[in-house]
């Protein structure tokens, strides 16, 4: 079965502050991997996506993450938060054998403290 | 550039009326389109999605249903709401192939009392 595993519910950070929000994934074939950002009462974003190649992948504004077949991973880095960074990040597994269906981790919520 | 559209932008609704949420993508033709649920503080769970005019695959049983009239339009109702059915609602649309990546409408928040 495919599942998406976010350990964190909150994260608070102090703003300038590095950041890593984790996720860990559940898929015996290829996963696709996706991070989205939903801002209070708005859809969501689509920050960065990882299909294959480097492991690491840049994103929008300045967010990257690193994709780990061994640890089953794929976690969220920032160097410097901003304030605008507050709100509730998901992490996203699709299956690279042509299902439409999206996997959501259950969210953390960021709050970046001024 | 493709934009999405969603209507209304909210709806207080009392328990047992119909329902009528819309979507409607500009800029892409043929794409694939779904529709998703949202708890206040919870995750998506995807419902529906449609790769072509006219077909619809159900995801999730939650007394809704959907449609595709257009190419460029997806609709989301109900006869009878339940409470059960407040949240928030959104539409996505992606390539055709599956797979890829998925983009959002900004959503319907809809309030069963």
């Known amino acids: 079965a495919q599942s998406v595993t976010q350990p964190d519910a909150r994260v608070t950070v102090s703003e300038g502050a590095s950041l890593q929000l984790r996720c860990k994934y559940s898929y015996s074939g290829t996963p696709y991997l996706f991070w989205y950002v939903q801002y209070p009462r708005q859809g969501l974003q689509l920050l960065l996506k990882?299909?294959?190649?480097?492991?690491v992948v840049q994103g929008v504004n300045g967010f990257e993450a690193e994709f780990s077949k061994s640890n089953s991973s794929f976690h969220l880095r920032k160097a410097s938060v901003h304030w605008s960074d507050s709100a509730v990040y998901f992490c996203?597994?699709?299956?690279?054998?042509?299902?439409?269906?999206?996997?959501f981790g259950s969210g953390t919520q960021l709050t970046v403290m001024p | 550039a493709q934009t999405i559209h969603q209507w209304p932008v909210a709806e207080i609704k009392a328990v047992g009326s119909p329902l009528s949420l819309g979507c409607t993508i500009k800029?892409?033709?043929?794409?694939?389109l779904y529709w998703y649920w949202q708890a206040t503080g919870g995750t998506l769970q995807q419902l529906f999605y449609?790769?072509?005019?006219?077909?619809v695959e159900s995801v999730v049983q939650l007394n809704l249903s959907a449609s595709r009239p257009k190419d460029d339009q997806f609709i989301l109702s109900t006869e009878k709401l339940l409470l059960s059915h407040s949240g928030f609602y959104l539409c996505?649309?992606?390539?055709?192939?599956?797979?890829?990546?998925?983009?959002f409408g900004p959503g319907t928040r809809l309030t069963v009392l």
């Open positions: 990882y299909y294959s190649g480097d492991p």
């Open positions: 449609s790769i072509t005019v006219g077909q």
């Open positions: 800029g892409k033709s043929s794409p694939n």
């Open positions: 996505a649309w992606s390539l055709v192939g599956g797979s890829y990546e998925q983009y």
């Open positions: 996203v597994l699709s299956a690279s054998s042509g299902s439409w269906q999206l996997i």
